[in-house]
């Protein structure tokens, strides 16, 4: 089973190397993906949400989205798995960059990514939603495009990432049905 995986794969990270890459494409998508790094895009999302009253909340759940996909994702689950990167077990693959942590599974950029998306679907207007669901998939897609992450990796991360938000959301509506209970 495992070594269908590893085929299918192999089989999209070069079918999209060979098929969609290009020099229009490529400095998009290395920007993009870039943004991703260290959440600066999401943090600066949950910043921003935050300096307005109107979506205050919402941006404080982005940032606890934030906080608990990164410690499910890079301090568990990565240093469980120990799946290496794309580059290391597929030869003809030519990534665009290199992550520095070798551990490829799941995916950190898109499981931050889609727990972002997560508590703004729950929170925000439809147009809202439908930006964060874009750009959590442009994201994952973006780590299959340069070449740092495997499709499973990617499909994992946005699980975790939806996983991490609904959790979040959970507590949050939970904690708010206890305080307003009339005795």
């Known amino acids: 089973m495992l070594d269908i995986i590893q085929t299918f794969d192999s089989s999209v990270l070069l079918w999209i190397q060979e098929n969609f890459r290009n020099f229009i494409l490529d400095p998009f998508m290395i ?32 940032l606890l989205a934030i906080v608990l996909g990164y410690l499910i994702n890079n301090f568990v689950l990565k240093d469980l798995i120990e799946r290496p990167r794309p580059w290391i077990d597929i030869s003809a693959l030519e990534p665009l960059i290199y992550a520095s942590n070798p551990n490829s599974f799941p ?72 305080t307003h209970t009339v005795c």
């Open 107 to 178: 995916s950190g950029h898109t499981c931050i990514a889609f727990a972002v998306s997560g508590i703004i679907c729950r929170t925000q207007s439809k147009s809202w939603a439908l930006a964060s669901i874009a750009a959590a998939i442009l994201m994952g897609f973006s780590r299959l495009y340069v070449g740092v992450h495997y499709p499973t990796d990617v499909i994992a991360g946005a699980i975790v990432g939806i996983i991490g938000s609904q959790i979040i959301w959970y507590i949050y509506t939970s904690a708010n049905k206890k």
């Open 31 to 62: 920007a993009y993906t870039s943004l991703g790094n260290y959440s600066i895009i999401w943090l600066i999302l949950a910043a921003v949400m935050i300096y307005f009253p109107k979506t205050r909340k919402a941006g404080i759940l982005v």
